[in-house]
């Protein structure tokens, strides 16, 4: 299964935009696209996919520290609002940061220009952050204890 929670692999699905082999055609195929670059750790690509106007406050050094010092684990998109020119996708990432399980919940807004989708901007809907012990449960879902499972 592809990263970003579809049913296709990979390979037929995310991996050709991160390759840039074929164009997003909807912003929320680009949204994945960009979780799955986090996953497999490619800070170009998403420092690309933010409308030029973003791209100079989002540096690749500092998206690649971000991605280094999390796992992703999950990609649950709520919502799409896909019209000609703009979009809308509402999504969850779970991801853990240090002994954090974090959930990121944000309504991201992506423009289509020059026949090629941006993300522009979002609003983040504040959640807390819930420690993880060795021994609990891992919060990924897997049922095993946390050291067995993403702790690292
Ligand atoms: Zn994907
Ligand atoms: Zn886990």
């Known amino acids: 299964m592809c990263y970003c929670g579809t049913t296709l692999t990979f390979e037929q699905c995310c991996q050709p935009f991160i390759n840039k082999t074929v ?8 949204m994945r696209s960009r979780f799955s670059a986090y996953v497999v750790n490619n800070p170009a690509y998403i420092q690309q996919t933010y409308a030029q106007e973003k791209q100079a406050e ?7 520290d971000f991605a280094n010092s999390c796992r992703f684990i999950k990609l649950t998109v709520i919502n799409t609002e896909q019209q000609e020119t703009q979009a ?5 990432a779970d991801y853990f940061y240090q002994n954090l399980f974090c959930k ?20 983040i809907t ?27």
Request: charged share 35%.
């Open 58 to 64: 989002n540096s690749v050094k500092e998206i690649a």
């Open 23 to 30: 164009k997003p055609n909807t912003a929320e195929q680009l």
């Open 88 to 92: 809308w996708v509402e999504f969850e």
């Open 126 to 152: 504040p959640t807390t952050d819930i420690k993880v012990g060795r021994n609990d449960e891992c919060p990924c879902g897997s049922e095993k204890k946390y050291k067995k499972c993403h702790a690292n």
């Open 104 to 123: 990121l919940k944000e309504r991201s807004y992506f423009e289509l220009r020059d026949d090629t989708w941006y993300y522009v901007d979002g609003i």
